[in-house]
């Protein structure tokens, strides 16, 4: 495990991971060890009570098992929402979650401090402090898997922005008058790269080409993914590869985009995306620098996370971690 480049103040924290589908918890170490962990299904159908029953009961487990002390927690948790308030602001795979006072709830339940993040900044500072971002200044972090999230690391510290919510790259224009993404615009990064939506092209692909491999990679239609677009791939599927190459040019001008605006010296992408590999990373390598500045591209670089594995409960660990040192300087 690698270890945090810093002296923090605090030598273990409680990282709770908050998802539409499954909840989980650990106990961490400064320097990004995880000596503990547990996790449950949401059930988010049930409501926002009684989900934070569920969180809270797996962190008092945690928390009596524990041979180390925490003095502090860290919450990751999909947006929107309110990190000043502590609030919970309606996030798509939390129903009913309209301005719920997380922090507050688990605060008094179980009489730490809490620190809550957007899950995508709790990922990038993970990345930072533990993972592919070590050693950097400026970095920028994209996951890209259901959806596309970011977060911005500049001078050396996450940026959030004036309502706490920059660094949504996945929101990056890459099409005008494109296709509609669910945040409500038009030709959005994440309406064509994403997961889901590469899997949604991948279907439309295969309803015009019902003979090519792409097609006959699933059982059914609605049974194709961005897996079975990667098999076809590897196959030499010429419909998969036409589909993958208009993937890649859609994300090269995003990540060029974001090199534009942030210059960082190193852009990190994690989420299920990765398992394409050097299908993904050769590639979008060459692309990127193609389509930006030269005296902006010049040593950037473009690489995998470092976390597949717990990246939710080691973020939270960093949001919690990153706080206890912005209180300490």
Known sequence: MTTLPLEAPTRHVLAIDIGGTKLAAGIVSATGELLDTARTPTHAEQGPDRVVERVIDLCRTLLRRSPVTVDRAGVGCGGPLDTRRGLIQ?????PGWIDYPL???????????????????????????????????????????????????????????KRGNAGELGHIQVQA????????????????????????????????????????????PEAITAQTVLTALDAGDPVARALWNDTLDLLAAGVASSIHAFDPERVVIGGGITNFGDHLFVPLRERVAARTMPALSDGVEIRPAAFAQNVGVLGAAAVALSAALEVSS
């Open 90 to 94: 309606n996030p798509p795979n939390l």
């Open 103 to 161: 922090v507050g709830q688990l605060r008094g339940a179980l009489d730490l401090p809490v620190v809550l993040d957007n899950d995508a900044n709790a990922a990038a500072l993970a990345e930072f402090h533990f993972g592919a971002g070590r050693g950097t200044r400026h970095m920028l972090y994209l996951t890209i898997s259901t959806g596309i999230g970011g977060g911005l690391i500049l001078n050396g510290q996450l940026y959030r922005g």
């Open 177 to 220: 008058g494109g296709l509609p993404c669910n945040c409500g615009g038009q030709g959005c990064l994440e309406a064509y790269a994403s997961g889901t939506n590469i899997a949604r092209r991948a279907r439309e692909a295969a309803a015009q080409h019902p003979q090519s491999l792409l097609a006959r990679s699933a059982p059914r």
